[in-house]
């Protein structure tokens, strides 16, 4: 079984970025956001929200370097 | 029932399934905030357009495939009843609360969510909502059960995109006519050839900014229920927040700055956000419009902080500059947050004439076409200023010499020019012929001397351009009813740009035999 053979995951897949990095951001962010909604405010959760946010904003400027 | 019906209402029905869609997943707010009493309201509030959506779907499944006409009277009588049924939550929670039954434990009532109660408030604020507008019939959004606050976030975030957008992405197959609904719905641009693979790109687009713009504001210190919402209202340029007084009530810079992203990135057309992200950077400059939001914005920002810092409606320079910017961007984008307000600083309503004019001018304008704004759009307002000096400068040129506007790469010749300048010209007259109509409306029935020329112009520029920013005029008990329907009406034309509204009053009254 892969990820694509989940449910409302593989629907998201087959609609979504058909790339890898966007598609991980698309599937981690709300997973982090439940996280902070049950963990709250701590250093862990702060990181997560930071490198999720310099994840996206670097590959795009990744994208655009290669391009 | 004729066939133009028969289309038209197996649509609509799909519009009301998408809604009732919507509705049955708002349930997860009430379970996990415990507010239990509100459910059966959500569920009755969902059965309804879920019922007649399911009727006419099936009633009329064989019905021909939409043409130009339909797909106007389709947007806007949906955009109309979407409003309607959207309205239903808002009545129903605060009738459940208003009556106190015993059996469903209903807190106690306030005065924000007794303004509810009045159907034409409910009504008002659903169209707020949809259209993105953000102006309120609430006193205080802080009180509000966490349901309709987020039933208030949730249908901006998906008014930004399109009601739709939303139905071909969920339930339409390719080929069924979703293309003529698509450009009905004030949009034109396209992503990929197909019109479904499109939309759904736009809503991938759109989820993943909305946590990016979700997460940015809660590392920035606003707490996360907060951050979720205007994440929401944020991006689709909506402007609808859950406290008291707009974005003020954090008082909080960092929180005023990161908004300012999340506005722009909701004032730029997909098809560039989709190009930026496939790493073609080059589209923030190449691209006309998203170059002329930057520029607009920025010239906007400097005229702004000139004016109130001179008029010395701030002590420093970095105060003028942090409220100018943040609202000259709130107003261009068609955002709608307010930071200028009385309890922290100088509320936008006590701003000079000649500040408040400027905030109405970025209102009037708006962001770029294709994208979650209001207003003209940039394009148009483009489009005008390089068809007037085309004209002009024909006169210098013999008559045989051909000759070609380029407007954003496009090289139009004379019947092209001819076309898209009619077209602005149509949409730019109309617009301020509403706005017109709306002041005249206002000055009527606004008690004398209460408010000021620019006060009225800035609320009915706020209302049409459905940017949501207020002078203090509009209120559950400070605006007159007729005022309220009034602006009922600017926000429905102002988000669909207009024609599909007056195509679908024709025909209605030409069908109705009112004028024939």
Redesign the interface.
Known sequence: MTLRDVPVVGDLLEAGAEDRVFDVLLLGGPLLILVIAIVGRSPLTSGGAIIYLLSFSSYILYRGAQS | MNEAMETISRDLGRMFLALAGLLFVSLLVPIVWGEYWAIPALIVSGLLPLGIGSLLTSTFREATQPGKLHGMIIAATGWFCVALFGSVPFLLIAWTVELGLPVLETPAQTETLAAFTNPINAVFESMSGFTGTGLTMTDNEEVLPRTLQWWRSFIEWVGGVGVIVLTT?ILARPGSGSLTLYESEARSERIHPSVVSTV?TI??IF??F???S???L??VGMP?WGA?NHAMTGLSTGGFSITDNSIATYDSAAIDFALLPIMLLGSIAFPVHYL??????RNLYTDLQTRWIFLYMGAGTIVLTALVYVNATYETLFSAFRYSSFQFVSAATCAGFQTAVDSTNVALGRWPAQAQLTVTFGMIVGGAAGSTVGGIKLIRALTLLKGIRFRIADVFYPKTAVRRLKINGRRLDEREVRQEFEEAAIIGFLWFVFLGIGMFVLLLILPQGEYTLENIIFEVASAQGNVGLSAGITGPESLPTLGKLMFLFNMWIGRLEIIPVLVTLRALFRRGGIYQ
């Open positions: 992405a759904q809503w991938w989820l993943l909305t946590f990016v979700i997460l940015l809660w590392v996360l979720i930026i992200l496939q790493g073609d950077l």
